[in-house]
């Protein structure tokens, strides 16, 4: 299994992006799809998630400002961001998990700053 991340970049405060992430290879058809995000001195935090029926958790620091949806058909999983702070700042990866396993993209440069 592959996933491969795109859609980082800069943006000012208040911006907006939309992050995709694509998985390939042989994927069993129940799992979840999900972004967590890394700032420099931190650990990995979970960002949201969402199952393949379209079950969705968020972090609560994103609640309201972040959109998780996915493509079944696909195999991709979006992250429409807006409202973007500062403090979203940090590396987003792409996860697949598959009942107890992980499967992580490269990470994508989020910056927020004016």
């Known amino acids: 299994v592959q996933l491969q991340a795109s859609g980082g970049g800069l943006v000012q405060p208040g911006g907006s992006l939309r992050p995709s992430c694509a998985a390939s290879g042989s994927i069993f058809r129940v799992n979840i799809m999900g972004w967590y995000r890394q700032a420099p001195g931190k650990q990995r935090e979970l960002v949201a998630e969402?199952?393949?029926?379209?079950?969705?958790n968020y972090a609560d620091s994103v609640k309201g400002r972040f959109t998780i949806s996915r493509d079944n058909a696909k195999n991709t999983v979006y992250l429409q961001m807006d409202g973007l702070k500062p403090e979203d700042t940090a590396v987003y990866y792409c996860?697949?998990?598959?009942?107890?396993?992980?499967?992580w993209g490269h990470g994508t440069q989020v910056t927020v700053s004016s």
């Open positions: 996860n697949l998990r598959v009942r107890a396993t992980n499967y």
């Open positions: 969402i199952t393949n029926f379209g079950v969705t």
